[in-house]
């Protein structure tokens, strides 16, 4: 992961999200979850950080990703199946 890029690696999730305000407020909700609420790893990311999700191998049977949006579709970003 390159050094410019904000990629915050916990337990159950990891947030590759470069905006400060949504990140620590995405992490503030996490955090708040009982470890039970999780099922598996999840990867929350922002459009920008697509393909540093994807050079970052993740188990991609194993690991459900989340594209945060603003309301776009990003049909485009389908090397991955994950949640919008």
């Known amino acids: ?6 990629g915050h690696f916990f337990n159950h ?3 590759w999200i470069n905006n400060n305000l ?3 407020g995405l992490q503030l909700v996490l955090d708040s979850l009982s470890p039970g609420c999780f099922h598996g790893k999840y990867v929350f990311f922002t ?3 697509y393909y540093a999700v994807l050079n970052h191998h993740y188990d991609r049977k194993r690991v459900r990703f989340v ?3 603003d309301g776009n579709d990003l049909n485009f970003l389908s090397e991955i ?3 919008r």
Do not use: C
Request: hydrophobic share 30%.
């Open 47 to 49: 459009s920008d950080n």
């Open 1 to 6: 992961m390159n050094n410019d890029k904000q």
């Open 22 to 24: 949504l990140r620590q």
């Open 81 to 83: 199946p994950m949640y």
């Open 67 to 69: 594209l945060l949006t």
């Open 13 to 15: 999730y990891d947030l």
